[in-house]
């Protein structure tokens, strides 16, 4: 069963912060796809089994904050 979860990002503003944050999300297992709005600085994150823990920490991994 698929599920999303969404995060809001305030830091990211480029294609690189996109890609960067992109990169360490998929490399979590059970992400099936990324989407990342930096106009309104939110990351959705679709896949199944999702530990909301490992996808901050990917998150911070890339050099960004998850805001609360």
């Known amino acids: 069963m698929s599920e ?3 995060y809001s990002v305030p830091g990211m503003h480029c294609g690189h ?3 960067a944050v992109t990169e360490e999300l998929n ?3 059970g992400v099936e ?6 106009e309104s600085k ?3 994150v679709s896949g199944s089994q999702l530990s909301d823990e490992a996808l ?3 998150i ?4 960004y904050e998850v805001a609360a």
């Open 17 to 19: 912060c996109e890609a």
């Open 4 to 6: 999303q979860m969404s």
């Open 27 to 29: 490399a979590i297992d």
């Open 33 to 38: 796809a990324v989407e990342v709005d930096l």
């Open 42 to 44: 939110r990351v959705v």
């Open 60 to 63: 911070e991994e890339a050099g």
């Open 56 to 58: 901050r920490a990917a």
